[in-house]
């Protein structure tokens, strides 16, 4: 899932002073499963606004609605006919919906009410940790189903660089150093010779460094 | 000028805290008038905005009373509770407004005095704090 963190409130504040109406819009998808933007999410920002408007003795009129995603066009349809009667909106879906939003409304004011972080999972009750980079051509399988790209502080792709002590990495002793992962898996399986095979520098032109990605897949397209 | 008497709205389980509630009354000892107290099966229940609604209610503090860690028949019910609570106190400080308006106790059900002292308590520090909010202009 894609992982984000709720924005300060301060900062959504100074987003949305002087602003009599403000929809704060959730997302079902990613962001309800890491517990930053779904409905329950919405309710509490949504509160927190009014409570803020109150102690300043300011009536703010806050809605609260939350879509089945906001990366899909016909979800931010659905909000139409409530946008325009809002001065504007704050979006605690990832980075993604408020850009929907802002194209398809492109008279509303559109804040981002959370951080985006990175794409991982949650490796424990309310911990959730990187696993993937989108680097567009996947070669976890020859690192023992492990991702060195998004794992590695350096992204090393050829073995552990001398920061990595007692399977930590140097950065921080809540970072595993993957390499030392990888390479255990791999002495566990008997595997190890695989990782000295030959293998050509990983062409990065699907990733970030190729510029603004798009894809197109010719049976959907209508 | 009439005294400030702050309004509290307080969450208390069925459990250890009701039973500490009876106790007090066979004690005799009197509740605030201005805390208004809400039963609820298990203070593991309560979400983060049943404890934020008050507050944009108009309430000056909120507070919490459940069963001591090692009591609560849902195990980790008064620990759930902490934890929002926390959650609560942090939004409040960023909105600028006192944390110290919404607490949390655990109780036995032997502490009847303790459950009547804990709302005197807080009408009396709230009472100092003011008004958590200024009247609302439409």
Known sequence: MIVAEAKPISEILTMVKGLKKVLVLGCKGCVTVCNVGGAKEAGILASSIRIAGRKEGIMVDVGEHTLERQCDPEYIEEVKDIVPSYDAVVSIACGVGPQFLSERYPGAKVFPGVNTKFMGGAVAHGIWSERCAGCGTCVIHYFGGMCPIARCSKSLMNGPCGGSSHGKCEISKDVDCIWDMIVRKAMDQGRLNDLLEFRPPKSWTTARDGGPRRMIREELVK | ?138
């Open chain 2, 1 to 138: 000028m009439s005294e400030f008497v702050p309004k509290i709205m307080a969450f208390y389980c069925s459990n250890c805290a009701t039973s500490a509630a009876k106790v007090s009354h066979g004690m005799s000892k009197t509740m605030p008038s201005n805390v208004h107290m809400i039963h609820v099966p298990c203070t593991g229940r309560i979400e983060t905005l049943h404890l934020l609604k008050p507050f944009e209610e108009g309430a000056d503090g909120v507070y919490v009373a459940g069963c001591q860690h090692d009591s609560c028949q849902y195990i980790g019910g008064i620990a759930k509770a902490e934890k929002r609570v926390l959650q609560v106190k942090k939004i409040l400080e960023q909105l600028g407004i006192d944390p110290g308006r919404i607490e949390v106790f655990s109780l036995s059900a032997a502490l009847g005095y303790r459950f009547v002292d804990i709302a005197w308590e807080m009408t009396e520090k709230i009472r100092r704090m003011g008004p958590a909010s200024m009247s609302v202009n439409p």
